[in-house]
């Protein structure tokens, strides 16, 4: 069994920062891509940055230059710095990870909870 739990979310005024965390555990053979999505109040759910095992990233439009993406291979876990925050970044984060099935080419999603995270002044 696999969990990935969030950590970091909170209340940040605009212009603050945030870092968020993701740690997996269990049973765990090899992780391919990890990525974070959120979800605002009566909005769809959509991908902020995703990023490979070999550290290639990609970011939604509205948050370049504005949040980095990273990983830690040897911890499993996937970190999210969120900087300049504004008050359209309100969301619940959660995240995602693709894991691999020992002695196959197999992966399944997992995902995360979720962790609040509001701007406001």
């Known amino acids: 069994q696999v969990q990935l739990v969030e950590s970091g979310g909170g209340l940040v005024q605009p212009g603050g920062s945030l870092r968020l965390s993701c740690a997996v555990s269990?049973?765990?053979?090899?992780?391919?891509?990890m990525a974070w999505y959120r979800q605002a109040p009566g909005k769809q759910r959509e991908l902020v940055a995703a990023?490979?095992?070999?550290?290639?990233?990609n970011y939604a439009d509205s948050v370049k230059g504005r949040f980095t993406v990273s990983r830690d291979n040897a911890k499993n876990t996937l970190y999210l710095q969120m900087n300049n925050m504004k008050p359209e970044d309100t969301a619940v984060y959660s995240c995602?990870?693709?894991?691999?099935?020992?002695?196959?080419?197999?992966?399944?999603?997992?995902w995360g909870q979720g962790t609040q995270v509001t701007v406001s002044s």
């Open positions: 269990g049973t765990i053979f090899s992780i391919n891509n």
């Open positions: 995602n990870a693709q894991i691999v099935i020992m002695y196959s080419d197999s992966y399944y999603v997992a």
């Open positions: 990023i490979t095992r070999g550290g290639s990233t």
